[in-house]
Structure formats: C-alpha cells, structure tokens
C-alpha cells in the first residue's frame, strides 16, 4: 500500500510539474511578439515601397530578465554601436565591397540599428541595411552577412574600450546638451528608474562600469545569434526578389 501510494504521489507531481512547464510555455508564447521560427528558411516578408532605397531588415526579439538594469545599461545601444561603426573591417566595408550597398560617397551611413518596440520582458530590436541599386535580388547575401556579423560579436565579446567609448560619448552629450529634459519626459523617468540618484542620468547615459556594459552587450549578442531574425526587405518592385508572394 505504502509503494502504491508513493508511486500514486510521484506520479501526480510529475503531472503537476508537466502542467506548470506547459502554462509556463503558454505565457511565455502570449507575452512575447513573435516565437522564434528556426535557424534557416530561407524566406522573408516582402513590402513594396516606390521612389525610395532598397532596404532589408533584420528583426530579433530579446528577452529582458531585470527592466532597470537593462534601461541603465542600454546593451542593445552598445551592440548597435558595435555594429555600425564604421572602420576597415565593419558591416558597412563589406556590404560595401561585395556591392551590396552604396559607396559612401553616395549614402552614409547604410546599417543602422533601432529599437522598434518595447515591453516589460521584450524589446525588438533591429538592423536595417541599405542595398545598392540593383541589388535588391541580392538581398539574402546581405541578411546572411547581419545576421554572421552578429554571430561574430557573440563570439568575440564587445571590446572594453568600445563600452568605454560609447559611455564617454553620451556623458558628454548630456553634460553639453542644449535643453534640458522636458516635463514629460522626467515623469517617464521617474517611471521607470527607482532610484533618485538615476531619475535623469539613467536613461541619457550608459549607468556602469564598462565591463558591466561589455558583460551586458555580450549577453545580448549571444541571445540574438542563438535565434533567428525576422528578415523584411523594402524594395521599389518586388519582381525578382524570390520571395512568395501569394
């Protein structure tokens, strides 16, 4: 009697657990804008847009555990920085030499990176990448060179010295701002930082040390290269794209 019962209980908590795994799943799906689709389908979303560039864009959603540190530390602005900075080996040098992208003298700058939406547990976060004229059928070579420069970062780790820079870059643009914060914009503060000491500072500069904010951009890389983005591409015409249109 003593085994069926203990075997009856065991049974019941894994029941239980399974339960609470599911609706753990379910809410997680429901609270998040979209589940991750896999690593490689190969397709994208289509938009027509007349008289304007070619562009592709490159969406991910990240996961956001603590709210404040994350307004503090701003990671996804220091990965966007790291991805759009231009030197001799940046995203933008190779877009640029494999023709995929205007030469500078035309357009400067062509990545771009943005948060689009936020919530309490998400951002989406994107990179837009702006393609030369006439290569708009080219366009999953440039998703695939997003998507492998933010694998690289993942890999390699921010540098200390670009957290640092960035952190310098912002001090100095508030320290010599021309207004100062709005009404509106010091009760959004107040909202969303409960610490005095940061009500104005915390969502204007980068609040840490600079191996804080590497260790958090960081995290961020390798939460965005473990998933795959959504791809859109904005195109004056989308014949010759490849892209279903039905």
């Not at 609470?20 to 389908?41: I, K, N, Q, V």
């Not at 965005?224 to 039905?246: M, W």
Request: hydrophobic share 45%; net charge negative.
């Amino acid at each position: 009697a003593t085994s069926a019962a203990t075997s009856a209980a065991t049974s019941a908590a894994t029941s239980a657990a399974a339960a609470a795994d599911d609706d753990a799943d379910a809410s997680a799906s429901t609270s998040t804008p979209f589940p991750d689709l896999g690593r490689a389908s190969g397709g994208a979303f289509a938009l027509q847009r007349p008289g304007r560039r070619s562009v592709v864009t490159l969406a991910w959603e990240c996961l956001v555990g603590d709210v404040t540190t994350e307004l503090r530390q701003k990671p996804l602005d220091i990965l966007g920085h790291a991805l759009t900075d231009p030197h001799g080996a940046s995203l933008s040098s190779v877009l640029r030499s494999w023709g995929l992208s205007p030469a500078a003298i035309e357009l400067d700058p062509i990545v771009r990176a943005t948060t689009v939406a936020r919530a309490d547990s998400w951002v989406l976060w994107e990179l837009e990448l702006t393609l030369a004229e006439g290569a708009e059928g080219r366009w999953r070579e440039a998703a695939a060179l997003g998507v492998a420069a933010v694998e690289r970062l993942a890999q390699r780790g921010i540098p200390l010295g670009m957290a640092s820079e960035v952190q310098r870059m912002t001090r100095a643009a508030w320290r010599y701002s021309s207004r100062p914060p709005t009404a509106v914009e010091l009760s959004t503060d107040l909202q969303s930082e409960p610490r005095a000491e940061y009500a104005v500072v915390g969502s204007r500069e980068f609040v840490g040390e600079p191996a804080e904010l590497a260790a958090g951009a960081n995290a961020a890389a390798s939460q965005l290269a473990a998933r795959s983005p959504i791809v859109t591409v904005y195109a004056e015409s989308l014949e010759g794209l490849g892209v279903d249109q039905g």
